[in-house]
Nanobody, 124 residues
Framework: QVQLVESGGGLVQAGGSLRLSCAST????????MGWFRQAPGKERESVGA????????YYADSVKGRFTISRDNAKNTIYLEMNNLKPEDTAVYYC?????????????????WGQGTQVTVSS
């Protein structure tokens, strides 16, 4: 069974930074792309970005482009979301997920394994 566990969330002031991690309890990353999503209260879950197996291709939502960076360490079965210059509108529960394929995609339906989420709260 694939299990993904996010960590690193918390409370931060606007303009601050956080680094989220997503670790797999088994060798489940290869060869799949991995994605980060978020869901704010009362809103639908949305894509933040995604990364291919080698990290050679990444995708970012326009709302986070230039502020967030996704990376992965396949040897550790871990992906990361580095978030800089955080804004109050970034407040959400952040989820990592494993894609069913190898290409990056923002389509939630293309991800079949999800973590439990970690809360990120940005105060103004």
């Amino acid at each position: 069974q694939v299990q993904l566990v996010e960590s690193g969330g918390g409370l931060v002031q606007a303009g601050g930074s956080l680094r989220l991690s997503c670790a797999s309890t088994s060798r489940t990353f290869s060869p799949y792309a991995m994605g980060w999503f978020r869901q704010a209260p009362g809103k639908e879950r949305e894509s933040v970005g995604a990364i291919t197996l080698t990290g050679g291709t990444t995708y970012y939502a326009d709302s986070v482009k230039g502020r967030f960076t996704i990376s992965r360490d396949n040897a550790k079965n871990t992906i990361y979301l580095e978030m800089n210059n955080l804004k109050p509108e970034d407040t959400a529960v952040y989820y990592c997920a494993r894609s069913t394929g190898m290409g990056t995609t923002a389509n939630l339906n293309s991800y079949n394994y999800w973590g439990q989420g970690t809360q990120v709260t940005v105060s103004s």
